[in-house]
């Protein structure tokens, strides 16, 4: 299955980068995990948030792989543990050739995106930043699929 994550914002500071391509690298060939930078929308000119959020919703539905399901970070979707998140994996890996995770800009997610979405997952009950929420996700993707190839990263 490929893995891809959608995330509004670029320029994350270098221990972003660094951490989300070292879990990257680590991914099987098998579950092959991208991330797309979506460029975000420019808080200047007036612009109401509910405006922000659908330029971004635009150019995140551009950026969306074909026939792929659709999961979305979101502080008010489903808490899972690690284990729950791998048999969720599972599941979705026997239906769909690709999974598309979204994480949203400043703003949050504009209210179609998240309607899109098969699973709306909250990484936490704290807010994080949106570049520790990357690396929060590229590392829990990488246990995921170390325990579903029963490789002893993961320990219970």
């Not at 951490?19 to 092959?32: D, G, L, Q």
């Not at 209210?111 to 996700?137: C, E, F, W, Y």
Request: aromatic content about 4%.
């Amino acid at each position: 299955m490929k893995w891809q994550i959608l995330a509004v914002g670029q320029k994350m500071p270098d221990w972003v980068n660094e951490a989300v391509e070292n879990y990257r690298k680590r991914m099987p060939p098998n579950a092959p995990l991208t991330l797309t930078e979506i460029r975000a929308e420019k808080r200047t000119g007036g612009k109401t948030v509910e405006q922000i959020k659908a330029l971004e919703r635009d150019r995140i539905l551009s950026g969306l792989p074909a026939q792929s399901i659709l999961w979305v970070l979101d502080e008010h979707g489903q808490q899972l543990t690690t284990l729950a998140l791998t048999e969720k994996l599972r599941t979705a890996e026997q239906n769909a050739h690709s999974l598309c995770f979204v994480i949203g800009g400043a703003d949050g997610l504009h209210d179609d995106i998240k309607m899109k979405a098969g699973q709306l997952i909250a990484l936490s009950n704290l807010t994080l930043p949106h570049g520790l929420a990357r690396v929060l996700l590229t590392e829990q993707l990488y246990r995921a699929m170390s325990i579903l190839q029963h490789h002893p990263y993961h320990r219970e």
